[in-house]
Every structure is written in C-alpha cells, then in structure tokens.
C-alpha cells in the first residue's frame, strides 16, 4: 500500500506515514483570510511533520503561499507547470524543484506519481478538477492514496453535498463517496488521512494501469 509504514498506538492498525502530499489549491487567494490562514497552516503542519510538498509549481495565490512555507521550513518542494503555463507573468516565480512537462495531462499523473497522499484546500476549477480526478483514479483503482479535502469555512460543503447527492441518486457508490476525507484542519485532515483504510483491493481494473502509464500514453493529447 502506498504511503503505509509504521504502526500507531491501536495494535492492528496500521498508520500511514507520508513522505510527499501533493496539495491542490488555488491559483488565488481568494477573498477571505481564513483561506490564505489555511494554506499557511496546512504549510507550517507539513514542515512540522517533515513532508515534502508537490504541486502545479509557480508562486500565485495560494499556491504561492503554501509553497513559500514548506520551502522556508526546509522541506522540499516539487513544482509541476506544464511549459505554457511557465512564464513568469502567468504563474509568478518557481520555487524549488520545478518540472517542467507537456501539459495539463502530463502534470496530473506526475503529481500523482510523485505523491503518496493529495489534499485540495480550496480553490477553484482547477483545483476541482484535479480533487475530481484523483478521487476518479482511485474509484477506478488506478491508485489507493488517501484523498484529503480541507473544507476551510464551508468552502467545499456544496461540493460534499452534491456528491452526497450522487450517492442518493444511485450515481455514486456508497463506498466511493467514502473515498475523499474531509476535515475542518489541516491537523485533523492529516491524522484522518493517516489512518485510512484503501477502498478497494489495489488495482481494481488490472495491476498493469498504473499512472505511469498514463503518463506514457499521454501522446498526442492537447498541449495546455
Ligand atoms: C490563469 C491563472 C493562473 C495560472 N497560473 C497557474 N499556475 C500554476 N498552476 C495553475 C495555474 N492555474 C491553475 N493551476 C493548476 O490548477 C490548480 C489551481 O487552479 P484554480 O482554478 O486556481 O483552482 C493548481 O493546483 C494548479 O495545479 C489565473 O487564475
């Protein structure tokens, strides 16, 4: 299992210990401070814990702040920017590691392939959409990797809703809507994330389809 070492204070349960967790966020900083509080402190918590971050790479909003602190605190930091995305008017200056790659395609599975954990903390459809797709990965067994939403202010409680919805209406699986982990803090988040079970038996479609693959057969998709 990915991101599983060590043993917690419960006999029998195992907890996973995470070296890598690439955080989804904001390209802004969105209007209230308790956002920006928020990546601060999910920043301040990683270094404390000594994990490294990934991310879309750049120094705009959010993005800009969590990187900044992880990076301060010593930690490394691995920025994923597709090469159109790379000017510096666009996404600001890089920090850290920055891997540059083809597009938005590519990014995704190299942040997933260098992560054992993702947290989205919030932003906007972007952010959504990679929340969307690693929680989609998983569903399809292509990854079993704790999947953290940090709903800051209620931020997310519309999105919960409308997966709570999904499941109500039968398009959602009950034990797929338990996929994502959701907290109010990032402690909180973390610890959840820590001690989360795998949905499914890894690799529910084929031990073969990883993300690497993905990464492979990447050919010949838009360049964005
Ligand atoms: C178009 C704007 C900013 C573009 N700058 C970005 N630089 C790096 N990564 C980005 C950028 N925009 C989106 N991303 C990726 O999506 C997530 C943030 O998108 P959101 O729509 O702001 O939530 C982030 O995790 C990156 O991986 C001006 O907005």
Redesign the pocket.
């Known amino acids: 299992m990915e991101g599983e070492e060590g043993s917690s204070a419960t006999p029998n349960v195992k907890k996973r210990v995470f070296k890598r967790i690439c955080v989804?966020?904001?390209?802004?900083a969105g209007y209230k401070s308790t956002f920006s509080d928020a990546a601060l402190e999910l920043g301040k918590l990683l270094v404390k814990r000594k994990i490294n971050l990934v991310?879309?790479?750049?120094s705009?909003?959010l993005?800009g702040l969590i990187s900044q602190t992880v990076f301060n605190g010593g930690c490394h930091v691995l920025g994923v920017?597709p090469r159109a995305?790379l000017p510096h008017e666009?996404?600001g200056e890089t920090i850290g590691e920055v891997k540059e790659v083809a597009d938005m395609h590519q990014?995704k599975a190299e942040m997933a392939k260098n992560a054992d954990a993702f947290i989205a903390i919030p932003?906007?459809?972007?952010?959504?959409e990679?929340l969307l797709e690693v929680i989609t990965w998983s569903q399809l067994g292509i990854h079993d990797k704790p999947v953290g939403l940090l709903n800051v202010d209620g931020y997310y409680n519309s999105l919960v809703a409308l997966f709570d919805k999904g499941v109500e209406e039968g398009f959602i699986e009950d034990s797929a809507r338990h996929i994502v982990i959701i907290a109010n803090t990032a402690d909180e988040l973390i610890k959840k994330m820590e001690e989360h079970e795998p949905v499914h038996d890894k690799v529910a479609l084929g031990q073969s389809w990883e993300v690497n693959q993905l990464l492979e057969s990447n050919v010949g998709s838009p360049k964005i």
């Open positions: 989804f966020c904001g390209s802004r991310y879309g790479g750049g705009v909003g993005m920017i995305l666009i996404s990014r932003g906007g459809y972007g952010t959504m990679e």
